[in-house]
């Protein structure tokens, strides 16, 4: 079983910073994509953004693109997300998942392991 834990959310500034990680387990040929989505408070999980396990390309959802970059660290199986100009409206919980990667879309449904989220607070 894969298992993923986030970490790094806490309260920022509006124009601030904050880098979330995500540990996993371990990488299966079951999944070539961790991404990170959230939830905002009242609203539905939305996809940020996403890597591939194979070749480190990347998904962004447009409302993050020139903000938030992911990367990746291969040698501690930890999968970053750096969040600057951070907004109130990025205020959510903020979960990592495994699955599969896709270059134009990115799909919760295709996602096979979740984490339990850590929270991101966007308030002056």
């Known amino acids: 079983q894969v298992q993923l834990v986030e970490s790094g959310g806490g309260l920022v500034q509006p124009g601030g910073s904050l880098r979330l990680s995500c540990a996993v387990s371990?990488?299966?040929?079951?999944?070539?994509?961790v991404a990170w989505f959230r939830q905002a408070p009242g609203k539905e999980r939305e996809g940020v953004s996403c890597i591939s396990t194979s070749d480190d390309s990347t998904y962004y959802e447009e409302f993050v693109k020139g903000r938030f970059t992911i990367s990746r660290d291969v040698a501690k199986n930890t999968v970053f997300l750096q969040m600057n100009s951070l907004k109130p409206e990025d205020t959510a919980v903020y979960y990592c998942?495994?699955?599969?990667?896709?270059?134009?879309?990115?799909?919760?449904?295709?996602?096979?392991?979740w984490g339990k989220g850590t929270s991101v607070t966007v308030s002056s």
């Open positions: 371990k990488f299966t040929l079951d999944f070539d994509g």
């Open positions: 998942a495994a699955g599969e990667y896709s270059d134009y879309a990115l799909r919760e449904y295709a996602m096979y392991y």
